[in-house]
T-cell receptor, first 113, second 116 residues
């Protein structure tokens, strides 16, 4: 079945890098995503990676994908207080465009001064 | 505002009552999703539509839940005979239904249901 797992909490010092990890089970995943949810706001797509890539960089964000181990990570460089949020890993299974997106439980990132 | 809008934002009801939530997706999106999110959890898939056709329903969606998208635009999610376990945030999302797209979901801010 489809399952996405991630650790619940991460605390980092302002200015350090944050690394949020995720594992998934569906070997036919086509796209993997990182969504961000700030308090009182809807989920917003941060970045995504196609399953035939192993890395994607977008400004302060770096996504690493290890397809063999079904492991996805999100690195946020120079973490700022505005990065405090819940980060959800998600995967789109299968090769059909009709495949649904499955979310992990979210990692709450807190920033300490 | 051309994002996904949901109404009402918060509904408090007594156990056994029926509730209905409405979602207006982004206008050019033909795919619409309903998810449920409880405290400390990620969104759980409930159902989705391509235009007016309901293509998939989760096993989570008991027969007290029904969703419609009659004209392929807005959607409603009705919960009949609500139970305390139905208390959650109900999220609507929409996306373009093109085969080549990334599947990015655009979420509304959710409708929070509290069943007393």
């Amino acid at each position: 079945g489809e399952d996405v797992e991630q650790s619940l909490f991460l605390s980092v010092r302002e200015g350090d890098s944050s690394v949020i990890n995720c594992t998934y089970t569906d070997s036919s995943s086509t796209y993997l995503y990182w969504y961000k949810q700030e308090p009182g706001a809807g989920l917003q797509l941060l970045t995504y990676i196609f399953s035939n890539m192993d890395m994607k960089q977008d400004q302060r964000l770096t996504v690493l994908l290890n397809k063999k181990d079904k492991h996805l990570s999100l690195r946020i460089a120079d973490t700022q207080t505005g990065d405090s949020a819940i980060y959800f890993c998600a995967e789109k299974g299968g090769y059909s465009s009709a495949s649904k997106i499955i979310f992990g439980s979210g990692t709450r990132l807190s920033i300490r001064p | 505002d051309t994002g996904v809008s949901q109404d009402p934002r918060h509904k408090i009801t007594k156990r056994g009552q029926n509730v209905t939530f409405r979602c207006d997706p982004i206008s050019e999106h033909n795919r619409l999703y309903w998810y449920r999110q409880t405290l400390g959890q990620g969104p759980e898939f409930l159902t989705y539509f391509q235009n007016e056709a309901q293509l998939e329903k989760s096993r989570l969606l008991s027969d007290r839940f029904s969703a419609e998208r009659p004209k392929g635009s807005f959607s409603t999610l009705e919960i009949q005979r609500t139970e305390q376990g139905d208390s959650a945030m109900y999220l609507c999302a929409s996306s373009r239904g093109l085969a080549e797209n990334t599947g990015e979901l655009f979420f509304g801010e959710g409708s929070r249901l509290t069943v007393l």
